[in-house]
């Protein structure tokens, strides 16, 4: 199984402030098959990002994926008020598909 | 416009059994792999089973195997879930979740579960 660890659980940051999230993989994971989701409460899952670094259909280019192998990285450029969630990575290489622990981008 | 319904949640006692159901509709649903994706009160997502568009292919969350089985009716564009021996560790809400491959792009409400006594 591979696990996904995600840093930092917390993210404090103001409006406009630029937002790094990490995601670590136990093991490289194939095809970069890896992906990024935002949840705010009471909702489902949003897909922003697959394949590591390619934006879903409708997500802002504020967005961005990058990486490769075990170490991903989601930036938010410039946080909208919009964008405070909660963030998983996902790991869609092999079975069984993993999601990291999440992390929640909070208004500082 | 990709829909998917959640549908059959509900409280049920441990060792019970339950069944979810998730309708498709604004896709060609045989040719989605289709996931159920579930969430503890509190916590967060946790993979539990895929299917392959034709059915052919599936794969489960070790702590699911014999208790649980997807599976899907393209007629119907349904996809479902069949738990059975149901812990109170199963509780959760259960997203149904599409995508052309492994990925699950499009999400349902989701239906919640609880299983107590």
């Known amino acids: 199984e591979i696990v996904l660890t995600q840093s930092p659980g917390t993210l404090s940051l103001s409006p406009g402030e630029r937002a790094t999230l990490s995601c670590r993989a136990s093991?490289?994971?194939?095809?970069?098959?890896l992906a990024w989701f935002q949840q705010k409460p009471g909702q489902p899952p949003r897909l922003l990002i697959d394949d590591a670094s390619n934006r879903a259909t409708g997500i802002p280019d504020r967005f961005s994926g990058s990486g490769s192998g075990t170490d991903f990285t989601l930036t938010i450029s410039r946080l909208d008020p919009d964008d405070f969630a909660v963030y998983y990575c996902h790991q869609s290489a092999h079975a069984p598909l993993t999601f990291g622990q999440g992390t929640k981008v909070e208004i500082k | 416009e990709v829909q998917l319904v959640e549908s059959g949640g509900g409280l049920v006692q441990p060792g019970g059994s339950l069944r979810l159901s998730c309708a498709a509709s604004g896709f060609t649903f045989s040719g989605f792999w289709m996931n159920w994706v579930r969430q503890a009160p509190g916590k967060g997502l946790e993979w539990v089973a895929n299917?392959?568009?034709?059915?052919?292919?599936?794969n489960y969350l070790d702590s699911v195997k014999g208790r649980f089985t997807i599976s899907r009716d393209n007629a119907k564009n349904s996809l479902y879930l069949q738990m059975s021996s149901l812990r109170a560790d199963d509780t959760a809400v259960y997203y149904c979740?599409?995508?052309?491959?492994?990925?699950?792009?499009?999400w349902g409400q989701g239906t919640p579960v609880t299983v107590s006594s």
């Open positions: 979740a599409g995508g052309s491959g492994w990925t699950p792009e499009s």
């Open positions: 093991q490289s994971v194939t095809n970069n098959f």
């Open positions: 299917i392959e568009g034709d059915g052919s292919e599936k």
